[in-house]
């Protein structure tokens, strides 16, 4: 482990379906994804806090209907895209005013061809800022389903899946004593990886308990 720390790993995310781990927390949001012939309407808005995994679960997604995906704020509508199979549009809240028009024709596109469109967001489609009525009612029609914040099992999945996806291996009872002790969310469990890894880096320390018990008495902010 302190030979591993001595080098600058490049973060490589595992974003396969094999990675992705379900539990009470995400459950529902992860058969909702793989049913996408019980979505009314044929879409379904995917709301969870950043760092949830609504990026993986749309990779999942993709996996398993060979679905597009575009972030709402790049959303430039081709052909490719009015063909897809199914489309996932990401980051609905970062829709620019310029693009609602674009996504209002292809959205009745996808509907009249029945093709699945899952849209993910940190807001519910009643807080997008939309400011074309027919898109906005559109949009807030929508079916929602959420990612709860993490329980015991997912949070300590997720410590362990960040610390793999930055090519390091900690023990057991590193991701044990972490999970007891940050605020039980996303958010708190990627600051906490960042933080472990940028310190051991800088102070040429290994990665351990002792180490996250130092930086977690400095009071620092996580969550």
Do not use: C
């Not at 674009?102 to 061809?113: A, M, T, V, W, Y």
């Amino acid at each position: 482990m302190a030979e591993q720390l001595n080098f600058d790993w490049p973060t490589r995310v595992a974003l396969g379906p094999d990675d992705y781990f379900v539990s009470e927390a995400n459950v529902q949001a992860y058969a909702m994804l793989k049913a996408p012939e019980s979505w009314p309407e044929g879409k379904l808005a995917l709301i969870g806090p950043k760092s949830s995994g609504k990026s993986h679960l749309a990779r999942v997604f993709r996996h398993f209907f060979n679905a597009s995906i575009i972030s709402a704020a790049n959303l430039e509508v081709t052909e490719a895209l009015r063909s897809a199979p199914a489309l996932v549009i990401e980051d609905m809240e970062t829709l620019g005013s310029d693009k609602e028009e674009e996504l209002f024709h292809l959205h009745n596109h996808l509907r009249q061809r029945r093709v699945p469109l899952l849209m993910t967001s940190v807001k519910a489609p009643s807080a997008w800022t939309i400011t074309l009525p027919d898109l906005a009612s559109r949009m807030q029609a929508t079916s929602v389903v959420s990612i709860d914040d993490p329980d015991d099992r997912l949070l300590s999945a997720i410590l362990m899946k960040l610390f793999q996806d930055r090519q390091i291996a900690p023990k057991p009872q590193l991701i044990e004593y972490l999970s007891t002790r940050i605020e039980r969310s996303f958010a708190a469990a990627a600051e906490i990886v960042d933080l472990l890894d940028r310190e051991a880096l800088a102070q040429g320390k290994p990665l351990n308990i002792m180490l996250a018990r130092t930086l977690l008495d400095k009071d620092v902010a996580l969550g």
